[in-house]
């Protein structure tokens, strides 16, 4: 008994590892380690994975909510969420080439200087014609699949819940092939962004 509890306290103590870690964000888990709002964390996005409760908030799956750099925040005390850590000096995002499509019309749930982040959705058997998206972070939060094709080809892929991806830029254009509908949360970076 004893060497379970102490187990359980060392898992508790020890950080969480990140899911995504790149040059322009850190996403976590059911762990915020930059709520207090250190420099080095920048922006940081919390999204909803089930029902949680943040900064007096009720949210539900799919629900934003986004602390400006240097703003303090307590983490959700349970449930399912991630915390997205925009880096603060990440690289400058290079804009699209002349003439790419217009990125599709997705709802905008925050519009801010350095990154949009749009909620996804298309409906099964919805196509969506030639456009482009900029880097971004996508959240998947159903199960399907979406066929998507661009100047190299074509390829189906699973849409699994809960998967955090980071995705180029890219044209393309897209089709849910699944039995459920799409939905997605994008966190796409601006070409003004930071250099």
Excluded at 1 to 26: F, G, H, K, R, W
Excluded at 44 to 59: D, Q, Y
Excluded at 77 to 100: A, F, Q
Excluded at 105 to 122: A, P, R, S, W
Aim: proline fraction near 11%.
């Amino acid at each position: 008994m004893y060497a379970l509890m102490l187990a359980l306290l060392l898992l508790q103590a020890t950080p969480a590892s990140p899911v995504v870690d790149n040059e322009y964000v850190q996403v976590f888990k059911n762990s915020a380690p930059c709520a207090p709002g250190s420099k080095s964390c920048g922006d940081r996005v919390v999204v909803a994975l089930g029902p949680v409760e943040l900064a007096g908030e009720k949210m539900t799956r799919g629900d934003i909510k986004v602390f400006k750099e240097g703003e303090k925040y307590a983490p959700p005390p349970s449930g399912n969420y991630l915390e997205v850590s925009i880096k603060p000096n990440h690289p400058k995002v290079m804009p699209m080439p002349p003439r790419s499509p217009a990125p599709p019309h997705n709802k905008v749930l925050y519009d801010g200087k350095d990154f949009t982040i749009f909620e996804e959705k298309m409906r099964p058997g919805e196509y969506s014609s030639s456009h482009s998206h900029n880097l971004r972070l996508a959240i998947f939060l159903n199960h399907t699949s979406v066929s998507q094709w661009t100047d190299q080809g074509a390829e189906t892929r699973e849409l699994v819940p809960d998967t955090v991806t980071w995705r180029p830029a890219v044209v393309h254009s897209s089709k849910d092939v699944g039995q459920v509908p799409i939905r997605n949360i994008l966190i796409e970076f601006k070409p003004q962004g930071r250099s």
